[in-house]
């Protein structure tokens, strides 16, 4: 798993790009790589093809945990996306478990600095 250092703005949302995480894998459909997040940390957002999709940490309605997972073809074509919600937090980020196969996972985190807006002068 490639997971580059990165940054989010405070209180805005980015696009998470390919370059900043990718799983590697020869001759395989990014389709089949699946990254399923296991749990986001305080202030951190996360959008999949414009939808917000609820904290992994958060349960469903019938008590279960909540499931959050996109692939590296959404990563690639730039429709997941990480931000902040705006509170003190300085670090967003997410953990996962990264998969193609039923053999083949890798567990990571994926952390992102959170930097001040500063107004263009």
């Known amino acids: 798993v490639a997971n580059v250092e990165s940054a989010v703005t405070h209180n805005m949302t980015s696009v998470l790009s390919w370059t900043k995480l990718y799983y590697l894998v020869e001759d395989v459909n990014s389709e089949l790589i699946e990254y399923s997040v296991s749990f986001v940390l305080p202030g951190t957002t996360l959008t999949v093809d414009g939808e917000a999709i609820s904290a992994a940490n958060d349960t469903q309605s019938d008590g279960t945990p909540a499931t959050i ?4 073809a959404d990563i690639d074509n730039g429709t997941v996306a990480i931000g902040h919600d705006g509170g003190n937090e300085t670090v967003a980020g997410f953990d ?26």
Not at 105 to 119: G, Y
Request: cysteine-free.
């Open 69 to 72: 997972s996109f692939t590296q």
């Open 96 to 121: 996962f478990v990264v998969s193609y196969g039923p053999s083949s996972t890798a567990t990571d985190s994926f952390r992102a600095n959170v930097t001040e807006n500063l107004p263009i002068q």
